[in-house]
C-alpha cells in the first residue's frame, strides 16, 4: 500500500457528508433491501421498533464495513476513474478519521444488534463485516481473481441476518437466500469489471477479466447465472415459498440467463461494444430486488 | 478570523448539531426497544 498525505494542522475537519459517502450509500440500499426482506419472508415478525433496530443495525454495519474497505483501499482507489473521487483518494479527509469512524460504527452496531434483537443476529454481523474487510478487502481482493466468488459471501448475510434478527435462529429458506446472492455476486461483479477492465488493471487488482481474459469471464458469467437461477427457484419446489415468488424467480433468473448469454456471445473487446455487459450489470441489481420483492409479496399476499 | 478558521468552526458546528440529533435519536430508539423488549417478555 502506498501512503496518502496526511491531514496536516491546516487541514479542515471532514464533512459529515464525506464520512456519508464512506459508507457506500448505494451499497447500502441493497443490503438494507435483502436485510428487510430477509426479515419480512420470517415466519414470525418482531415489535416494530426491535425489528427498525436491526435493520439499522445492517444498515450501520454495511456503513462500517464500506468505510474500512475504503480506508484501506484508498491507494487503488486513487487509481482508478470510477473510484479517485472518494473522500479519502481526493484528500477531503484523513485516513485515522475513515479508520476510527469505521471501527465505531462497526461496534456500535453490532454492540446494538445484541441489545435489541439477539445474539445469533449481532455474531452474524460482526462475522459479516469481518468477513468483507479481513477477508475481501485484506486477504483477496489484491492476491486472486477469485476475490468476489469467495468475497461475495459477505454481502449474502444481509437476508439471513435479518431473518434471524425476527426469529432467532437459522432456517432453510434464508440458507438458500445466502446462495441466491453468493451466486449472483460474481457475474454482478464481472459484468461490471469488463467494461472498466482498464481501472482494475491500471490499479494491478487481478480481476478475471485482466487476469483470464474477456472470454473466459464471459463464460464464467454465464455458467455462474445457470446454478444462480437454479438456487433463485428453489425455494418453490422445497415449499419455502409459493407460486407467486416461483413464478417471478422463474421468469426474472429466465430474464438472467438470456442476458448473460447474450454476454457469452458478445465478442467486443472495448467498454464502447459491451451493450450486452452494461445491461447485465443494470439488470442484475433490478433482478435482486425484484427476487427478494417476489418474496416478500409471496409470503404476505400470496400466502 | 481568518476564512479558514472560520470554515473550521462551521464544519465542527455543523458536526456537533448532526451528534446532537443522532443521540437524541438513538436514546429514544434505545427507549422503544426496551419498552418493546419487557412487552415481549410479559
Request: charged content about 10%; aromatic content about 10%.
Amino acid at each position: 500500500m502506498t501512503s496518502l498525505p496526511i491531514a496536516t494542522p491546516q487541514a479542515l475537519p471532514a464533512d459529515w457528508r464525506d464520512l456519508f459517502a464512506l459508507t457506500k450509500p448505494r451499497v447500502m440500499s441493497l443490503v438494507v433491501f435483502t436485510g428487510l426482506a430477509g426479515m419480512l419472508a420470517a415466519p414470525a415478525m418482531p415489535p416494530l421498533a426491535i425489528g427498525f433496530t436491526a435493520i439499522l443495525c445492517i444498515a450501520l454495519g454495511a456503513g462500517a464495513a464500506g468505510a474500512l474497505n475504503q480506508w484501506y483501499e484508498a491507494d487503488l482507489d486513487a487509481l482508478m476513474r470510477r473510484t479517485a473521487s472518494r473522500p479519502l483518494p481526493a484528500g477531503r479527509m484523513d485516513r485515522q478519521t475513515a479508520l476510527h469512524f469505521g471501527i465505531g460504527l462497526a461496534a456500535f452496531s453490532v454492540v446494538l444488534m445484541d441489545v435489541a434483537a439477539n445474539h445469533l443476529a449481532a455474531l452474524l454481523l460482526a462475522v459479516s463485516i469481518l468477513f468483507y474487510v479481513l477477508v475481501y478487502t485484506v486477504w483477496l481482493k489484491r492476491r486472486t481473481a477469485q476475490n468476489i466468488v469467495i468475497g461475495g459471501a459477505a454481502g449474502a448475510f444481509p437476508p439471513v441476518i435479518g431473518w434471524v434478527a425476527a426469529t432467532g435462529e437459522l432456517a432453510p429458506l434464508p440458507l438458500i437466500l445466502f446462495a441466491i446472492i453468493f451466486l449472483w455476486t460474481p457475474p454482478h461483479f464481472w459484468a461490471l469489471s469488463l467494461f472498466v477492465r482498464s481501472d482494475y488493471a491500471a490499479a494491478k487488482v487481478p480481476m478475471l477479466p485482466v487476469t483470464a481474459g474477456l472470454a473466459a469471464t464471459r463464460r464464467q458469467i454465464f455458467l455462474y447465472s445457470l446454478p444462480m437461477a437454479a438456487a433463485a427457484v428453489a425455494p418453490w419446489p422445497l415449499a419455502l415459498a409459493g407460486t407467486l415468488y416461483g413464478l417471478a424467480a422463474a421468469a426474472l433468473s429466465a430474464g438472467f440467463v438470456v442476458m448473460a448469454g447474450l454476454v457469452l456471445a458478445n465478442r467486443a473487446t472495448e467498454p464502447a461494444g459491451m451493450r450486452p455487459e452494461k445491461r447485465l450489470f443494470g439488470y442484475s441489481v433490478i433482478y435482486l430486488f425484484a427476487l427478494f420483492a417476489a418474496l416478500v409479496a409471496d409470503r404476505w399476499i400470496g400466502a | 478570523m481568518t476564512e479558514h478558521e472560520q470554515e473550521v468552526l462551521r464544519r465542527q458546528r455543523e458536526r456537533s448539531r448532526l451528534l446532537a440529533w443522532l443521540l437524541g435519536g438513538f436514546v429514544i430508539l434505545l427507549f422503544l426497544v426496551t419498552v418493546a423488549k419487557i412487552g415481549l417478555n410479559r
